[in-house]
Nanobody, 121 residues
Framework: QVQLVESGGGLVQPGGSLRLSCAAS????????MGWYRQAPGKERELVAG???????NYADSVKGRSIISRDNAKNMVYLQMYSLKPEDTAVYYC???????????????WGKGTLVTVSS
């Protein structure tokens, strides 16, 4: 019904930058909050950044000042631009979105399969 597909992950050197993209597709009536989460090996999944449909944003303290989340409502896409990357940013990054699907009257939470970001020299 609904798919979230991330792209843009890869290997980047410390201090480098990366832009992640996530495209939502399917029988979508509307998308409320969208966000990026990450999970490092042996750690819990954590919120990186979120953005409401109206554009209000929030960031984890660990990435604040080094990341910008944005979205294109017309294209059902969300982006995460990350700067000054550190080895501790290494993780699988997941896209999440609260979506109202055709035939329903409430949001459901959907997840992408993730994209790996490795920060290493």
């Amino acid at each position: 019904q609904v798919q979230l597909v991330e792209s843009g992950g890869g290997l980047v050197q410390p201090g480098g930058s990366l832009r992640l993209s996530c495209a939502a597709s399917g029988s979508i009536l509307s998308i409320n909050t969208m966000g990026w989460y990450r999970q490092a090996p042996g750690k819990e999944r954590e919120l990186v950044a979120g953005i409401t449909r109206g554009g209000s944003t929030n960031y984890a303290d660990s990435v604040k000042g080094r990341s910008i989340i944005s979205r294109d409502n017309a294209k059902n896409m969300v982006y995460l631009q990350m700067y000054s990357l550190k080895p501790e940013d290494t993780a699988v990054y997941y896209c999440n979105a609260d979506i109202t699907v055709a035939g329903y009257y409430y949001d459901m939470s959907y997840w992408g399969k993730g994209t790996l970001v490795t920060v290493s020299s």
